[in-house]
């Protein structure tokens, strides 16, 4: 089992920033895959980011050039810095650990942008 605690949500202007935070604990396996996803009501939930454990990036074309992801493998961390900050990202923002097979997400985290 792996659990996984988001952090960093909250209200900010267009324009603005924020820096998601989640931390990953229980069974770690070292080969693995973090990321972040996104869901607004009604629709899908949709891969914003993700980053594997040896580093390798993807991110969804409406984040390109305004979204980071990284980690801290040492410390079982994943980040997700969000710039020029729109009103459609607001949404639900969910951790996700996928490691030997098995998913596992976190609570969620709320974005809210206003214009």
């Known amino acids: 089992q792996v659990q996984l605690v988001e952090s960093g949500g909250g209200l900010v202007q267009a324009g603005g920033s924020l820096r998601l935070s989640c931390a990953a604990s229980g069974s770690i396996f070292r080969i693995n895959t973090m990321g972040w996803y996104r869901q607004t009501p009604g629709k899908q939930r949709e891969l914003v980011a993700g980053i594997t454990s040896g580093g390798s990036t993807n991110y969804a074309d409406s984040v390109k050039g305004r979204f980071t992801i990284s980690r801290d493998n040492a410390k079982n961390m994943v980040y997700l810095q969000m710039n020029s900050l729109k009103p459609e990202d607001t949404a639900v923002y969910y951790c996700?650990?996928?490691?030997?097979?098995?998913?596992?997400w976190g609570q969620g985290t709320q974005v809210t942008v206003s214009s």
């Open positions: 996700n650990f996928l490691g030997r097979g098995s998913m596992y």
